[in-house]
């Protein structure tokens, strides 16, 4: 029977998309379904819609009315929170019986709402006549109704709700545009939403189909899983006698076991099982056979033959090793044959701990013997009656007698005084026992001796004497003993007191081990740490009692191949000194690197019984390595940087320039005149960073001298806003009149000062963003500043910038300034820039100071003296309309494009120009008429020869020639060797008309 035939057997039928029946039941469960699946798209669907609205938004800005667009996106924001209040009232109740056909309904009103909001789009927010535009706005609200059709095609009237408003909006207001493209546009719209439509009720009947379908598999496997619950029951109640069984065979350590011996099948409990180590239940004879060890397997195969054959008894112990962990276990096996069934039959048992327990009897007997034939003393045993009963090794070199002969004999008489014999009985019967009586005694050749005698009784557990155990020692050998011990106690004096020299001379080792700066710890042969010294634990973190008794593998820090262990540990096992350089783990889990000398030491036989290996931390000698190998890769970064941004200038100066002349030939209305414009500025923002670009590449001392401190900030300001992310904000403050901001200084380090100062700031804020201030102020009082010996009680100009990052707590602003010192990751910071910033700082005579708290910022000051009554170098201002004039200028640059914009310029400023690509060339014109020429204009940087040397050869053929140069790399000359090369203006690459055309005439009228 069908699912949906269950769930409603006397429902009324109704028929799904294939033509099936359902019943009511049945659509209301698909109906849910529909709803559910619905609403999990819902919030990526909401999120698309509040997106795309906010693109359309920034669209229209520039067109539509800023209280329209406000009001448009409140109305569609409405429709999305409405969708996201019904989103949450589902999450409730989806996991209940609800009731699919309301939540449907009100899904259907909200989209309908929704998409009436789309719709009034088009007349709130759509420019009006700008067809572009509108064709935009319809591709995007196209795609988002295409992207969400098929989360609106669960729910049959849905997708109608949210396309026919929203197309029927833009296709009146496109129809009442007008022309061709307002009609094309209107009817394809109707069109696409016909379309879509049709989409999404074939999306609906796929749903529909997919979700009965679901449901009816869903109730197969609850019946299944009833079937199962009840198999499962029938199973655990029938094993519950077996498990019984089990657990009675373990607790005995028995197993059964069964034999077809012409099937060669064995059937096996659990307890046989669990003695052999197999854990299948069904096995083979010959797999059994393999399982004991090789030594038993023929006994084994005969007493299994006898068996059957004979009718032999099957009693058997062996020995297995069991598959699952390798132990070898001991096996008692007894076994019956039955011919009728063809069975053999048995149980096995673990005796283990039984043969282990008789072995460590034999084994304590054996210990036991072995200790009365070999005691030092002479034993006797004898019963109650004074006959010996056993006599050991030592008795007979003592006394002279066997046991054979002794045992004839009382003990009674090997006493030489029977006065001392009948006191010592009685001690012993008053005492029951004799300790340390000394008496003489017989030996068999008739001679006495002294002896000391001790006598115990051995008693069973009700008291009752069943023998004597005598003990004597021979005095004549103790007194010589005591003599070789006296003899032996001096020669021990004497070694005692070589050993405390010895002991002395291994505190002074042991003391300058302790206190010596490299780490040394000691390993036995395994590499058990057994010995730190203290500057083992200062270097790695870990105090003695952490690290002793662990493998020196815990300060692996996995950075070598294991080839430089296998190394160090042949070397070592050669008894040789091993040495290298080897990177460690400290507890903390940072690296060090250092230096390490392993070496063996060995006992008198030579064998290795320790390691010392001596460590010594080269990890800031290996920093300082990396750091100088960054600073020549920084270096020359730093020269390609300045390659490159000599060559931009050049096709900066090539922009600017025909841009500058196409303005001066475009009329003022023309609507170009806008475009060519918003290039030119452009093109001179792009000269302000290159400008900057060559000041940090420039190399040597800067020379320092008056400059105004505000510009250096704004610079500043300039290239950290381009350089920083944008969740960064930077306020400037500047609190000073013109004038007040002058200092002695060199304004690339002073700009550096405010760079690195910036990017620490930066790096502050770069997880959650922040703000960042400057403020620059003058401080008539330094009292405050006292305290540094280095700065004087004049005026100064205060620059404070500060951060609103994560702040630092006392600890590190104590060591911020420190070199090397950084917070920052591995690869992220060199632990220079700020100590840099201090040594620029006191260069100049200044002061920085900074404040800090964890989570609330830090804030810097740098404090420098004012210059007072002095100015910093002014800028000419030059007439807006270029100089202009006649002569005859000879113009030399190796870029073409850049000779023909000089060439252009000047002859529009009346100049009759004589252009070259080549310096060699424009020498031999100018060689061959000297007088033909009134100025001649070079490019620095060019093949054959510079313009330095051009220039010099000019004016060594006519010195009163005016040259000017023109470059985009001032660093390359100066202005003592531009004179002496006979040059009289300079120009910096990329320049505007209005400098070319001053320079020109300034160059002529010094001439003349």
Same mark, same amino acid.
């Given at each position: 029977?069908?699912?949906?035939?269950r769930l409603?057997l006397?429902?009324?039928?109704?028929?799904?998309?294939?033509?099936?029946?359902?019943?009511?039941?049945?659509?209301?469960?698909?109906?849910?379904?529909?709803?559910?699946?619905?609403?999990?798209?819902l919030?990526?669907?909401?999120?698309?819609?509040?997106?795309?609205?906010?693109?359309?938004?920034?669209?229209?800005?520039?067109?539509?009315?800023?209280?329209?667009?406000?009001?448009?996106?409140?109305?569609?924001?409405?429709?999305v929170?409405?969708?996201?209040a019904?989103?949450?009232?589902?999450?409730?109740?989806?996991?209940?019986?609800?009731?699919?056909?309301?939540?449907?309904?009100?899904?259907?009103?909200?989209t309908?709402?929704?998409?009436?909001?789309?719709?009034?789009?088009?007349?709130?927010?759509?420019?009006?006549?700008n067809f572009?535009k509108?064709?935009?706005f319809?591709?995007?609200?196209?795609?988002?109704?295409?992207?969400?059709?098929?989360?609106?095609?669960?729910?049959?009237?849905a997708?109608?709700?949210?396309?026919?408003?929203?197309a029927?909006?833009y296709?009146?207001?496109?129809?009442?545009?007008?022309?061709?493209?307002?009609?094309?546009?209107?009817?394809l719209?109707?069109?696409?939403?016909?379309?879509v439509?049709?989409?999404?009720?074939?999306?609906?009947?796929?749903?529909?189909?997919?979700?009965?379908?679901?449901?009816?598999?869903?109730?197969?496997?609850?019946?299944?899983q009833?079937?199962?619950?009840?198999?499962?029951?029938?199973?655990a109640?029938?094993g519950?006698?077996?498990?019984?069984?089990r657990?009675?065979?373990m607790?005995?350590?028995?197993?059964?076991w069964?034999?077809i011996?012409?099937?060669?099948?064995?059937?096996?409990?659990e307890?046989?099982?669990?003695i052999?180590?197999?854990?299948?239940?069904?096995l083979t004879?010959?797999?059994?056979?393999q399982?004991?060890?090789?030594?038993?397997?023929?006994?084994?195969?005969?007493?299994?033959?006898?068996?059957?054959?004979?009718?032999?008894?099957?009693?058997?112990? /062996?020995?297995i090793?069991?598959?699952?962990?390798?132990?070898i276990?001991?096996?008692?096996s007894?076994?019956?044959y039955?011919?009728?069934k063809?069975l053999?039959f048995?149980v096995?048992?673990?005796?283990?701990?039984?043969k282990?327990?008789?072995e460590?009897?034999r084994?304590?007997? *054996?210990?036991?013997e072995?200790?009365?034939?070999?005691?030092?003393?002479?034993?006797?045993?004898?019963?109650s009656?004074?006959? /010996?009963?056993?006599?050991?090794?030592?008795?007979?070199?003592?006394y002279?007698?066997?046991f054979e002969?002794?045992?004839?004999?009382?003990?009674?008489d090997?006493?030489?005084d029977e006065?001392?014999?009948?006191?010592?009985?009685?001690t012993?019967?008053r005492?029951?026992?004799?300790?340390n009586?000394?008496?003489?005694?017989y030996?068999?050749?008739g001679?006495?001796a002294?002896l000391?005698?001790?006598?115990?009784?051995l008693q069973?557990?009700?008291?009752?004497?069943?023998?004597?155990v005598?003990? !004597?020692?021979?005095?004549?050998?103790?007194r010589?003993?005591?003599?070789?011990?006296r003899?032996?106690?001096?020669?021990?004096?004497r070694?005692?007191?070589e050993?405390?020299? !010895?002991?002395?001379?291994?505190?002074?080792?042991?003391?300058?081990m302790?206190?010596?700066?490299?780490?040394?710890?000691?390993?036995d042969?395994?590499w058990?740490?057994?010995?730190v010294?203290p500057a083992?634990?200062r270097?790695?973190?870990?105090?003695?009692?952490?690290?002793?008794?662990?493998?020196?593998?815990?300060l692996?820090?996995?950075q070598?191949?294991?080839?430089l262990?296998?190394?160090?540990?042949?070397?070592?096992?050669?008894?040789?000194?091993?040495?290298?350089?080897?990177s460690?783990?400290?507890?903390?889990?940072?690296?060090?690197?250092?230096?390490?000398?392993?070496?063996?030491?060995?006992d008198?036989?030579?064998?290795?019984?320790?390691?010392?290996?001596?460590h010594r931390?080269i990890t800031?000698?290996?920093k300082?390595e990396?750091?100088?190998?960054?600073?020549?890769?920084?270096?020359?970064?730093?020269?390609?940087?300045g390659?490159?941004?000599?060559?931009?200038?050049?096709?900066?100066?090539?922009?600017?320039?025909?841009?500058?002349?196409s303005?001066?030939?475009?009329?003022?209305?023309?609507?170009?005149?806008?475009?060519?414009?918003?290039?030119?500025k452009a093109?001179k923002?792009?000269s302000?960073?290159?400008?900057?670009?060559?000041?940090?590449?420039?190399?040597?001392?800067?020379?320092?001298?008056?400059?105004?401190?505000a510009?250096?900030?704004?610079?500043?300001?300039?290239?950290l806003r381009?350089?920083?992310?944008?969740?960064?904000?930077?306020?400037?403050?500047?609190?000073?009149?013109?004038?007040?901001d002058?200092?002695?200084g060199?304004p690339?380090?002073?700009?550096?000062v405010?760079?690195?100062?910036?990017?620490?700031?930066?790096?502050?804020?770069?997880?959650?963003?922040?703000?960042? *201030?400057?403020?620059?102020?003058?401080?008539a009082d330094?009292?405050?500043?006292?305290?540094?010996?280095?700065?004087?009680?004049?005026?100064?100009?205060?620059?404070t910038?500060?951060?609103?990052?994560?702040?630092?707590?006392?600890a590190?602003?104590?060591r911020?300034f420190?070199?090397?010192?950084?917070?920052?990751?591995?690869?992220?910071?060199?632990?220079?820039?700020?100590?840099?910033v201090?040594?620029?700082?006191?260069?100049?005579?200044?002061?920085?100071?900074?404040?800090?708290?964890?989570?609330?910022?830090?804030?810097?000051?740098?404090?420098?003296?004012?210059?007072?009554?002095a100015e910093?170098?002014?800028?000419?201002?030059?007439?807006?309309?270029?100089?202009?004039?006649g002569?005859?200028?000879?113009?030399?640059?190796?870029?073409?494009a850049?000779?023909?914009?000089?060439?252009?310029?000047l002859?529009?400023l009346?100049?009759?120009?004589?252009a070259?690509?080549?310096?060699?060339?424009?020498?031999?014109?100018? *060689?061959?008429?000297?007088?033909?020429f009134?100025?001649?204009?070079?490019?620095?940087?060019?093949?054959?020869?510079t313009?330095?040397?051009?220039?010099a050869?000019?004016v060594a053929?006519?010195?009163d020639?005016?040259?000017i140069?023109?470059?985009?790399?001032?660093d390359?000359?100066?202005?003592?060797q !531009?004179?002496?090369?006979g040059?009289?203006e300079m120009?910096?690459?990329?320049?505007e008309i209005r400098?070319?055309?001053?320079?020109?005439?300034?160059?002529?009228?010094?001439?003349?």
């Amino acid at each position: 029977m069908r699912a949906y035939e269950r769930l409603g057997l006397f429902a009324p039928t109704i028929f799904d998309s294939r033509g099936h029946s359902m019943t009511q039941g049945l659509k209301e469960r698909i109906t849910r379904e529909q709803v559910r699946i619905t609403m999990e798209q819902l919030p990526t669907m909401q999120g698309a819609s509040l997106a795309v609205a906010l693109l359309l938004c920034l669209l229209a800005s520039d067109a539509a009315p800023l209280m329209n667009i406000l009001l448009w996106f409140g109305l569609l924001l409405m429709s999305v929170i409405g969708k996201a209040a019904l989103y949450n009232r589902f999450e409730k109740v989806r996991e209940g019986a609800f009731d699919g056909r309301r939540w449907e309904n009100a899904y259907v009103v909200l989209t309908l709402f929704a998409g009436t909001a789309w719709g009034l789009s088009a007349f709130m927010i759509l420019p009006s006549g700008n067809f572009e535009k509108a064709c935009l706005f319809l591709l995007i609200i196209g795609g988002l109704a295409s992207g969400t059709s098929r989360g609106h095609s669960s729910i049959k009237l849905a997708p109608m709700a949210s396309a026919m408003p929203g197309a029927l909006g833009y296709a009146v207001r496109l129809g009442m545009e007008g022309a061709a493209f307002g009609y094309t546009a209107a009817f394809l719209i109707v069109i696409y939403v016909l379309a879509v439509i049709g989409h999404s009720l074939k999306e609906y009947r796929f749903f529909t189909s997919f979700v009965a379908l679901r449901i009816e598999k869903l109730d197969l496997l609850e019946e299944k899983q009833a079937i199962n619950d009840s198999l499962r029951r029938e199973i655990a109640e029938r094993g519950f006698r077996e498990r019984r069984l089990r657990r009675a065979e373990m607790t005995a350590r028995f197993g059964y076991w069964e034999i077809i011996p012409g099937a060669g099948k064995v059937q096996a409990s659990e307890g046989a099982r669990t003695i052999y180590g197999i854990e299948r239940e069904e096995l083979t004879l010959p797999e059994v056979q393999q399982i004991p060890l090789p030594e038993y397997r023929g006994m084994l195969d005969n007493a299994f033959k006898m068996l059957i054959e004979e009718g032999r008894p099957y009693n058997v112990e /062996f020995k297995i090793r069991r598959p699952t962990d390798g132990k070898i276990i001991d096996i008692h096996s007894i076994a019956e044959y039955s011919p009728e069934k063809g069975l053999v039959f048995g149980v096995l048992q673990d005796i283990t701990e039984r043969k282990r327990a008789e072995e460590e009897v034999r084994e304590a007997h *054996s210990y036991l013997e072995n200790i009365f034939d070999n005691s030092p003393d002479a034993i006797g045993i004898v019963d109650s009656r004074g006959r /010996f009963l056993r006599w050991n090794k030592m008795a007979e070199e003592l006394y002279g007698y066997t046991f054979e002969e002794v045992k004839l004999k009382s003990c009674f008489d090997l006493y030489a005084d029977e006065d001392e014999r009948d006191q010592m009985l009685a001690t012993l019967r008053r005492k029951r026992s004799v300790k340390n009586r000394e008496m003489r005694m017989y030996k068999k050749d008739g001679s006495t001796a002294p002896l000391e005698i001790s006598i115990g009784l051995l008693q069973d557990a009700k008291g009752k004497t069943l023998a004597s155990v005598c003990v !004597a020692r021979d005095l004549s050998l103790l007194r010589e003993t005591l003599n070789a011990l006296r003899v032996s106690n001096d020669r021990l004096h004497r070694e005692m007191a070589e050993r405390k020299r !010895a002991e002395e001379e291994l505190v002074r080792l042991a003391t300058a081990m302790e206190q010596t700066a490299e780490s040394i710890f000691i390993a036995d042969p395994d590499w058990i740490i057994r010995y730190v010294n203290p500057a083992f634990e200062r270097l790695t973190g870990y105090s003695d009692g952490e690290i002793v008794g662990r493998h020196t593998r815990t300060l692996r820090s996995h950075q070598h191949d294991e080839t430089l262990y296998m190394e160090m540990g042949e070397t070592l096992a050669r008894g040789e000194v091993w040495s290298g350089r080897i990177s460690n783990k400290k507890k903390d889990g940072a690296h060090y690197e250092a230096v390490a000398t392993a070496s063996p030491v060995k006992d008198k036989s030579g064998a290795i019984i320790n390691y010392v290996i001596i460590h010594r931390d080269i990890t800031r000698e290996v920093k300082l390595e990396a750091e100088l190998n960054q600073a020549r890769k920084m270096e020359a970064l730093g020269l390609l940087a300045g390659g490159i941004a000599h060559d931009f200038n050049n096709i900066l100066a090539a922009i600017m320039g025909f841009t500058e002349l196409s303005l001066f030939k475009v009329p003022q209305e023309s609507p170009v005149r806008g475009n060519l414009e918003q290039v030119l500025k452009a093109s001179k923002r792009a000269s302000e960073v290159v400008k900057q670009i060559l000041t940090f590449t420039r190399q040597g001392m800067q020379q320092r001298k008056h400059v105004g401190i505000a510009g250096i900030v704004q610079d500043s300001i300039k290239l950290l806003r381009s350089s920083l992310p944008s969740t960064i904000e930077i306020r400037h403050e500047i609190k000073l009149n013109p004038g007040e901001d002058v200092v002695l200084g060199d304004p690339v380090q002073l700009h550096q000062v405010m760079m690195n100062l910036g990017t620490n700031a930066g790096h502050a804020m770069r997880a959650k963003g922040g703000v960042l *201030s400057v403020k620059l102020s003058a401080i008539a009082d330094a009292s405050q500043l006292l305290s540094h010996s280095d700065i004087g009680t004049d005026r100064h100009v205060c620059i404070t910038m500060s951060d609103t990052g994560h702040g630092m707590d006392a600890a590190v602003v104590e060591r911020i300034f420190d070199p090397y010192f950084t917070t920052k990751g591995p690869g992220e910071g060199t632990g220079l820039g700020l100590s840099v910033v201090q040594g620029i700082v006191k260069s100049h005579g200044g002061v920085i100071t900074v404040e800090s708290e964890p989570g609330h910022g830090t804030s810097f000051s740098v404090y420098l003296s004012q210059i007072e009554g002095a100015e910093p170098e002014s800028v000419k201002v030059v007439s807006e309309s270029p100089p202009a004039g006649g002569e005859r200028i000879l113009l030399v640059d190796d870029e073409e494009a850049l000779v023909d914009l000089g060439k252009a310029t000047l002859e529009s400023l009346g100049y009759q120009v004589t252009a070259m690509t080549s310096s060699a060339e424009a020498l031999k014109i100018f *060689s061959a008429q000297p007088d033909a020429f009134d100025l001649v204009m070079t490019d620095m940087t060019m093949p054959s020869l510079t313009g330095k040397e051009l220039a010099a050869g000019i004016v060594a053929l006519r010195r009163d020639i005016p040259v000017i140069l023109s470059t985009g790399f001032p660093d390359l000359i100066d202005e003592q060797q !531009a004179r002496e090369a006979g040059i009289r203006e300079m120009i910096i690459k990329p320049f505007e008309i209005r400098t070319l055309a001053v320079a020109v005439r300034r160059a002529l009228e010094k001439g003349s």
